[in-house]
């Protein structure tokens, strides 16, 4: 059973590049499928078929299998690379956004 859920936060504590560290997304879905569909024609090689999810953020920097870097906003990310944020650990921000709801 996975700690996440489609429309958690996570912190992605684990990344290729390290401009990606730290930074809050929100997860999409789930997926371990070799090829993940991240949209907009974006697809994402897992040939090991790990357990990914596919997140948002305003700014992700992915790169291709040429090594050439983009800034995208959606990407699949392994799950092992993300920390739930939910409950005590979600941001104030996030929190006073559902007060206000």
Do not use: Y
Not at 39 to 67: D, F, K, M, Y
């Amino acid at each position: 059973m996975s700690k996440f859920k489609a429309g958690d936060l996570a912190l992605v504590i684990k990344a290729n590049h390290e401009e990606n560290l730290g930074k809050v997304v929100e997860l999409l879905r789930s997926s371990n499928e070799s090829q993940i569909d991240c949209g907009r024609h974006a697809r994402t090689a897992n040939p090991e078929r790990l357990q990914c999810w596919v997140v948002r953020h305003e700014s992700i920097l992915v790169a291709n299998t040429l090594g050439f870097q983009r800034v995208v906003t959606d990407a699949a990310l392994p799950e092992s690379w993300l920390m739930p944020l939910r409950g005590d650990f979600q941001p104030e921000q996030q929190k006073a956004k559902e007060v206000e709801a």
